[in-house]
């Protein structure tokens, strides 16, 4: 099968990276068990998640040249390493279905109220299969163009907030007043899977990369640069609308930020909101919809080009199906798909790897020498 070369720079990795990590998780909020020590929780959670990509990319540097998928085949044997590309390929779908999901919820309750979810469901996907239609440095490019208004947003909300006159710092405290056991609830399961160990996505995309050399301090610098703008993200939040509020609202930061209001003239910027969290999302599910596809490439050996309108087509109407309503949507997320889904693809397969690796490319080294 003749495949087309596909490689993204350094640094559109890094756009990629801290898109990817943003996108649903400023949406929803993150780190709530921890209560006003959220933030603290998305910091601590951020060198955890700095040393699950350095972990993903030790497997990827063990057997060079090859992504996720290749490496299943190349440490369990053609049919069991397929059997867990399938399982992954599943998986993929699956969580693209969910981010697109949270967007379009968002949109139906706060500008489309009277559109059906299912048509801004298939517009977004639309605009992503065109993407992929075009191969991953057509996102690469995208990402380079949109990231400096995506950060510029993000930090200019909580810049309007505290001109507003809306930042409360008691809200933040007590710090640690129950000690770190809440944070410690915060960060496993729910901080460790969501959003830094949705990261094994990048073992596909990594294999992409023009420049080899310096990828894991350009990956940790992503990781380390979406936990604080997650971070900045959670203490606007709490500072803003109390602890109470930020875990009764389903999107905090588009609630924190209807409270800017400037001179009078600056208000209810929740346009502004929708733009970079639209940017995130199309990132993260394209992300992980490349991925899916690269999985059913290597199955059916076919150009996954080929298939991107097709299970663009599934994804779009999963993603409308796949709960009632968003409160069941939102329980699935932090019950289900965090022990069933996140845990067993984003650190059992991958920790399971580990022996397999070592064992194959040290008796590939034997081989070689004799």
Known sequence: MKQLVEKISLWQLYILIVCFQIGSAALVGIGNEAKQDAWIAV????????AIMLY????????????LFELLVFCFGKWIGKFFTLLYVIYFFYVSARVLRDFCELLVSTIFEVTPLEVISITMMLVIVYIFQHGLEVLGRTSEVFFPYVVAFIVMTGLGIWFSGEFEISNIQPILADGFKPIGNALFPQLLTFPFGEAVTFMVISAYIGTKKHIKKVSAAGVFTSGVLLAYGALIQI??????????????LLSASREISLLNFIERVDLIIVFFVMFGIIVK????????????????????RSMTLPMGSLIAFFSAGISHNFVEHLKEGLVFVPFFM????????PLLLLPFILWKTRK???????
Not at 43 to 50: A, D, L, M, R, V
Not at 342 to 349: D, L, S, T, V
Not at 364 to 370: D, P
């Open 43 to 50: 910091i601590i959670g951020t060198f955890f998640g700095i």
């Open 56 to 67: 993903y990319l030790f497997l990827l540097s063990k057997v060079p040249g090859k992504n």
């Open 239 to 252: 500072s803003t609308l109390g602890v109470d509020l930020k875990e009764r609202a389903n999107f905090p």
């Open 285 to 304: 599910v394209g992300i992980f919809f490349y991925g899916g596809l690269k999985g059913l490439e290597l199955i059916t050996n076919r150009p996954y």
């Open 342 to 349: 996140h845990i067993p693809f984003q650190f059992g397969i």
């Open 364 to 370: 590939r080294k034997k081989e070689s020498s004799s």
